[in-house]
């Protein structure tokens, strides 16, 4: 047996509230304590000094896209175009050192931000004004949201028949099964070495912002088999549970679907509705700025009930990508359906999953509570489009707005909370989502900072059906799975008056937490261990796993 002996930190662990220290044997934490008690219990142990750093679980992010994310990281990304033609500068600068015929992929243009006193400027790029600054390229750029895409000519011609798709248009971003095909073409151009280099590279970033595990939401329509195949064989020491997203009628089916596909459950990315920014969640009312339009539903109530029927049978996860109220509106009603045929344990067992669940009224996270359903949330969202006059308001007016993320309403109910970046919409940055949870824009909303790091770390875990009561956490008996932080200040208190929902004074043993206050220098990762496997290493200690 091997033991490493951390010492002279501060670690994050409820069976120790001031612990200093945390011994580690064969990828098992095995003691939390003081310094000098842990020298006196594991005198042999190779020490790793922390130097005052902070020891915290390692963070699961429940939602991401690795492909997607891989590619954005190294390819054209436009988060920062501040207009139709900064954007199309943009394209332009890459296409110019873009070989011939090469796929240029590219995301996160989003027009609801853009600037500028010509009206123009503040609308989408078309497909002829890519044209003309790309040439014969296949382009692929997807809206911030990933649920509609501009596309050049070169790249709609690779499918046939697009004209007759639902959500097509001949010079206007592409919606709906339009912009499944065309995604799926693009993918289709993307190397099997290139596909895998994304998605390393999305995996080391991940570890080095202290993620141990991720959640692969794909799917038909988002990836395709063949990457979400590969990505069973991928060699990586950060940890992937992978969820596909495609409907099943039956027991039997879900069965085959498991064994084609590899996949750990059939949840993830399994559209009932698509995004706001889109004008593509399924909303019961019109969108502010789209009169007469409510969105896209893609699943009918049927479906919704079969899927969940069936893999609740198998003992398996089921899920649905939701956001919009219409769309929440009929999975609550099939929960509710199913919670009267098979009984909320059998329900419950299974940790069913929804992905983003953005307007969830109390009456709905009554009953997702009741059957166990994991929301599966993105904190960054509110940061990015939450504000005065940003997205959400544009789309939704403002008394809508209100009751979008609540965070604290799922978690006053009993909803488990995981949170996640869905990478690459937003980035892979735990830290600042457990920021963005703790100052939501409608501070009501918003939940402690204890709460938002348990959203990310054992919430993730609980996601991924794994409630044993030790993994994501630091106590005796856990998995060795931590990331270790350099720090200014740690804080007792959640950071926001409105959302201190526990203790301040010190003999109350809470644990104390980095300030995430607006302003405070966010944590840097310095290391990241997923059972005593070192994933990530900064250079910045000495000793630790061999």
């Known amino acids: 047996m091997t033991t490493e002996l951390l010492l002279g930190g501060v670690v994050y662990s409820p069976a120790a509230p001031d612990a200093t220290a945390m011994a580690v044997t064969d990828g098992t934490v095995v003691w939390v304590g003081s310094d000098d008690v842990g020298k006196a219990l594991h005198p042999d142990a190779r020490v790793t000094d922390l130097q005052g750093r902070f020891v915290g679980p390692g963070f699961v992010d429940s939602h991401v896209h690795l492909t997607s994310t891989g590619l954005a990281l190294a390819g054209l990304t436009l988060n920062e175009a501040t207009d139709r033609t900064d954007c199309l500068r943009r394209v332009a600068a890459f296409a110019s050192v873009t070989d011939e015929g090469e796929l240029i992929w590219g995301l996160g243009w989003d027009d609801s931000g853009w600037q500028g006193a010509d009206p123009d400027d503040r609308r989408f790029p078309t497909t002829a004004e890519i044209d003309a600054v790309v040439g014969n390229l296949p382009v692929y750029l997807a809206r911030i949201d990933e649920h509609s895409a501009v596309a050049s000519t070169a790249l709609r011609r690779l499918v046939p028949d697009l004209e007759a798709a639902v959500g097509y248009h001949p010079d206007e971003p592409l919606v709906a099964e339009a912009h499944h095909l065309v995604r799926g073409a693009a993918r289709q151009l993307v190397t099997a070495a290139q596909r895998t280099r994304a998605q390393r590279r999305a995996l080391d970033t991940a570890a080095a912002h202290g993620v141990v595990a991720v959640h692969e939401n794909g799917g038909p329509d988002i990836s395709g088999l063949d990457d979400f195949l590969a990505l069973a064989d991928l060699d990586h020491p950060v940890e992937v549970r992978r969820y596909w997203g495609q409907a099943v009628q039956s027991a039997e089916h879900a069965r085959e679907l498991l064994a084609i596909s590899h996949a750990d459950a059939l ?144 978690a006053r109910e009993g909803v488990i909370l995981a949170f996640s970046s869905d990478a690459p919409v937003t980035p892979i940055d735990p830290w600042s989502s457990i920021r963005a949870a703790v100052h939501h824009h409608q501070p009501r909303n918003a939940i402690s900072a204890r709460g938002a790091f348990a959203a990310s770390t054992r919430g993730g875990w609980r996601a991924a059906g794994v409630n044993d009561g030790l993994t994501g956490t630091l106590v005796p008996g856990a998995p060795a799975s931590y990331a270790v932080w350099d720090i200014d200040d740690l804080v007792v208190a959640g950071s926001h008056a409105g959302v201190q929902r526990w203790s301040t004074d010190p003999r109350s043993r809470v644990p104390a937490l980095p300030d995430i206050a607006p302003g405070a220098r966010l944590p840097r990762c310095v290391r990241t261990v997923h059972r005593d496997t070192v994933v990530f290493d900064g250079g910045a200690l000495d000793g630790g796993p061999a």
């Open 267 to 410: 949840a993830g990315d399994l559209f009932i509705d698509g995004a706001i920014g889109s004008h593509t969640a399924w909303l019961t009312e019109p969108y502010a700025d789209h009169p007469g339009h409510t969105g896209i539903s893609y699943l009918d109530y049927e479906t919704i009930r079969d899927h969940i029927r069936a893999c609740t049978v198998i003992g398996i996860q089921a899920g649905f990508h939701v956001i919009g109220d219409a769309a929440t509106a009929s999975v609550v009603a099939a929960f509710q359906e199913l919670a009267a045929e098979l009984g909320t344990p059998a329900l419950a067992r299974c940790a069913h999953r929804l992905e983003h669940a953005e307007m969830v009224s109390t009456e709905q996270a009554v009953v997702l509570a009741r059957c166990g359903v994991v929301a599966s949330m993105q904190p960054l969202f509110d940061a990015e489009w939450g504000g005065p006059g940003e997205l959400y308001e544009q789309r939704l007016g403002v008394p809508r707005t209100a009751g979008l993320n609540n965070f604290a309403g799922h």
